[in-house]
């Protein structure tokens, strides 16, 4: 079983960074894709970025070129530095393990309890 707790949210104004991370348990940490999901407030869930085991990235659009996913597999944990941020970024953040590689086609994601950004002045 893999358990994820993300880390690093918090307040900053228009045009601030903040650095997401997230830790995850377990041995087969290197062997899972990794995404970051949010979900602002009243709206749906939004997948923002994607790392494959072999560090491929996918971004949605509303992020691409101000946000960067990446992993460290010595020590278990995704990122997600987030540059130039926008009041419209103010979401909570949550970051999801696919197990399919190491569960099957029916294992359910794992995912973290969220940490909570918020873009204002």
């Known amino acids: 079983q893999v358990q994820l707790v993300e880390s690093g949210g918090g307040w900053v104004q228009p045009g601030g960074s903040l650095r997401l991370s997230c830790a995850a348990s377990?041995?087969?940490?290197?062997?899972?894709?990794m995404h970051w999901y949010r979900q602002p407030t009243v709206k749906q869930l939004e997948l923002v970025a994607t790392i494959t085991s072999g560090r491929t990235t996918n971004y949605a659009d509303s992020v691409m070129g101000r946000l960067t996913i990446s992993r460290d597999n010595a020590n278990n944990s995704v990122y997600l530095q987030m540059n130039n941020l926008k009041p419209e970024d103010t979401a909570v953040y949550y970051c999801s393990a696919d197990l399919t590689v190491i569960g099957g086609p029916s294992a359910q994601d794992a995912w973290g309890q969220g940490t909570l950004v918020t873009v204002s002045s």
């Open positions: 377990g041995s087969a940490f290197s062997r899972l894709p």
